[in-house]
């Protein structure tokens, strides 16, 4: 359980912090950007929360996924090694990425197919939706970063971060059917 008593601690004051082993590094340490870039993709789908409306049919998913998105940080920040820390870290599961899934089919097969790529605009909750998308590739990206540095990690937290952005997708063009739809790429327009 979490227990926070001092929010300051001022080990950061020299750009050091410590990772859920309690093991030291740099701030800049890719796997400290990985989770980072998480949580700045949960703060990203709460502001796209706050635009749907507590009583959106998204709102009940995006709250789960901002529970699981905490779960994933945690997963990032324990790693993965041969001595097994004192507790049981949190690690991500395949019934999470089996949510999202289920999730993506569900709400894909109420929309038209796509036949050009759309721009991330439309209503103000799609717009931020697409933001979140963006947030959680580039999340995904500094995982798949961190693996191929041969650091061991849980497999699943890059498959979950693919997962969502691709829900989140899914999500954008949802919101954009009350708003008239997809907002369409039309290539050369302006030339």
Request: net charge negative; hydrophobic share 40%.
């Amino acid at each position: 359980m979490v227990k926070l008593t001092k929010i300051y601690t001022r080990t950061g004051d020299a750009g050091q912090t410590r990772l859920g082993d309690m093991s030291q590094t740099v701030k800049h340490d890719l796997r400290v950007e990985a989770y980072g870039d998480i949580d700045e993709t949960n703060s990203s789908i709460g502001l796209a929360r706050a635009a749907l409306g507590s009583g959106h049919g998204l709102d009940e998913t995006l709250a789960r996924i901002q529970n699981d998105l905490f779960d994933l940080g945690a997963d990032l920040c324990v790693p993965e090694s041969d001595t097994p820390p004192d507790w049981e870290p949190l690690r991500m599961t395949q019934t999470q990425i089996d949510f999202l899934e289920n999730e993506i089919d569900r709400l894909n097969a109420k929309l038209e197919p796509l036949n050009s790529f759309i721009l991330p605009a439309g209503s103000e909750a799609a717009a931020r939706l697409h933001v979140a998308r963006t947030v959680c590739r580039r999340a995904e990206r500094k995982i798949s970063a961190l693996a191929a540095t041969g650091t061991r990690l849980n497999p699943l937290t890059l498959k979950y971060a693919n997962r969502l952005s691709d829900l989140l997708f899914v999500m954008a063009r949802t919101a954009n059917l009350d708003a008239g739809g997809d907002v369409l790429w039309v290539p050369g327009k302006d030339r």
